[in-house]
């Protein structure tokens, strides 16, 4: 019974004070009456503004049961799992593209990563609605899940994902008429192939493609808005390697034996790579250090402590750019213009070696010969003065010149060209020449070791300068 009663008194409560709402509200009306009234006798430009239903009541759509955007676009009565005009001529879908960054190019995964604002036009006419202003209505996320969207996908894409920062990136504009526009922030990761036999003095051209998934040309009809001014770029765009030269829209239909034809839309970006990184990086050390392999040949040969490390410390440091370089590139089956340098480069770093090597075995032999030819030689006792013979040219056969240039290169002592005089002179002398076995003379055994290195003073550079007069004029 005390339950009972505790009801009908709450019932009589609740039923007071609905009866008591509408009169407060009128009461409320009265008072903004006449305030209204009361600024009507200040100044009357206010009066058709205070007065008009709109300011007088302002209404709160979604408030009203009967004013929810659901209810309001009619999406419970019409099938949205279907495309609009199902049945008829092909939708049309304009796409306009707002390019936010480039973030980051690879040559090793030959890919690309682009953040974009992808915009989507068409007509639905199962989401118009009455308006009296013609006034759009804009939605997220939520209501794009419950009516019909085109179904875009990024061909040779490897990863890309919507913004969800702080929420959903995502906007949904309704228009009375029917137009509807659908806008999404996305980053795509996408393949781009890449042609690097002229790195690091190429230019790139990389595409990110557009297409629907499941709609034929049959179905949807896929096509930049406004053609070329579809794409829209931030002048802020930048990258550490590249520098953007242009941007271009094509359109173009792809089949699948399978499934048919479809609209695909490209979006073409071409990449001038910035080559002064890789001059300092690269092109220099390497001009460096061939150079610096140049320096052996001004070095006394008999001098194998010098010439030898400074040799191999040229071919390791080539050998460490080289696999710097190789090191942050993909594994190409052609060869790139920096391998030509490089190579190039580490062949006249190797060749100096070998250039020494030739000069110290060289030398080697000829002071084996010229040993073997000063045991086989009586002794010089004899002659009276053998400096005045090697000076006089009727007797050795060597002019002033001849004695010059020789030099005093490979001889084991002080002596040496004293020595080397004496046995041509013993060997032109017939009494001497007779107690010896038959020779060819000294000449031939004589090999100038030291004229070697002088020409590979000339050569090595000027080969070296017509190679990159060569090779810059092709790269360049």
């Known amino acids: 019974m005390q339950v009972d009663a505790v009801l009908v008194l709450f019932c009589v409560w609740l039923a007071v004070?609905?009866?008591?709402?509408?009169?407060?509200?009128?009461?409320?009306?009265?008072?903004?009456?006449?305030?209204?009234?009361?600024?009507?006798?200040?100044?009357?430009?206010?009066?058709?503004?205070?007065?008009?239903?709109?300011?007088?009541?302002?209404?709160?759509?979604?408030?009203?049961?009967?004013?929810?955007?659901?209810?309001?676009?009619?999406?419970?009565?019409?099938?949205?799992?279907?495309?609009?005009?199902?049945?008829?001529?092909?939708?049309?879908?304009?796409?306009?593209?707002?390019?936010?960054?480039?973030?980051?190019?690879?040559?090793?995964?030959?890919?690309?990563?682009?953040?974009?604002?992808?915009?989507?036009?068409?007509?639905?006419?199962?989401?118009?609605?009455?308006?009296?202003?013609?006034?759009?209505?804009?939605?997220?996320?939520?209501?794009?899940?419950?009516?019909?969207?085109?179904?875009?996908?990024?061909?040779?894409?490897?990863?890309?994902?919507?913004?969800?920062?702080?929420?959903?990136?995502?906007?949904?504009?309704?228009?009375?008429?029917?137009?509807?526009?659908?806008?999404?922030?996305?980053?795509?990761?996408?393949?781009?192939?890449?042609?690097?036999?002229?790195?690091?003095?190429?230019?790139?051209?990389?595409?990110?493609?557009?297409?629907?998934?499941?709609?034929t040309d049959d179905d949807l009809m896929l096509s930049w808005k406004k053609g070329n001014e579809s794409l829209n770029t931030d002048d802020r765009i930048s990258l550490s390697q590249f520098l953007i030269q242009k941007f271009h829209t094509t359109t173009k239909l792809a089949f699948y034996s399978s499934t048919g034809w479809y609209n695909r839309l490209y979006i073409h970006f071409t990449l001038r790579r910035t080559f002064f990184f890789f001059l300092l990086q690269t092109y220099f050390p390497a001009t460096l250090m061939v150079m610096l392999s140049w320096v052996s040949f001004w070095i006394d040969r008999r001098a194998v402590p010098a010439r030898v490390p400074l040799g191999i410390t040229t071919v390791l440091t080539m050998s460490t750019i080289i696999t710097g370089v190789n090191a942050s590139m993909p594994r190409v089956s052609y060869i790139k213009a920096v391998d030509i340098y490089l190579w190039v480069s580490f062949v006249f770093v190797f060749l100096s070696v070998i250039e020494y090597a030739a000069v110290n075995y060289l030398s080697t032999v000829q002071e084996r010969k010229e040993r073997k030819l000063r045991e086989r030689l009586p002794c010089t006792c004899g002659i009276g003065n053998p400096d005045e013979m090697m000076i006089d040219p009727q007797i050795t056969g060597y002019g002033s010149m001849d004695i010059n240039t020789t030099g005093n290169y490979g001889m084991p002592e002080n002596g040496g060209r004293q020595e080397r005089m004496l046995a041509q002179v013993a060997l032109n002398d017939p009494q001497i020449a007779g107690q010896v076995k038959p020779s060819r003379g000294y000449v031939n055994i004589w090999i100038d070791t030291h004229a070697i290195d002088k020409y590979s003073r000339v050569v090595f550079p000027g080969a070296y300068i017509l190679f990159n007069i060569i090779y810059w004029s092709i790269y360049s």
């Not at 759509?61 to 799992?81: A, N, P, V, Y």
């Open 17 to 215: 004070q609905l009866e008591d709402g509408p009169v407060e509200g009128s009461q409320a009306g009265d008072l903004q009456t006449e305030q209204v009234a009361k600024r009507d006798q200040n100044g009357g430009g206010w009066r058709s503004q205070i007065r008009s239903p709109i300011y007088k009541q302002s209404p709160d759509m979604t408030k009203s049961l009967m004013t929810k955007s659901e209810q309001l676009l009619r999406i419970d009565d019409h099938d949205f799992t279907m495309r609009p005009a199902f049945g008829g001529p092909p939708i049309p879908v304009g796409v306009d593209v707002q390019v936010e960054s480039l973030d980051t190019i690879s040559e090793v995964d030959m890919d690309f990563t682009m953040t974009l604002y992808l915009r989507h036009y068409w007509k639905d006419e199962r989401l118009s609605f009455p308006s009296t202003n013609n006034q759009s209505m804009t939605f997220d996320s939520r209501l794009v899940k419950k009516i019909w969207v085109p179904d875009m996908f990024f061909v040779h894409s490897k990863r890309s994902f919507i913004h969800d920062t702080t929420t959903d990136n995502v906007m949904l504009r309704v228009y009375p008429d029917g137009n509807v526009l659908y806008s999404l922030r996305v980053t795509v990761t996408a393949m781009c192939n890449m042609d690097l036999s002229r790195f690091p003095l190429d230019t790139q051209t990389c595409s990110l493609e557009i297409e629907s998934y499941a709609y």
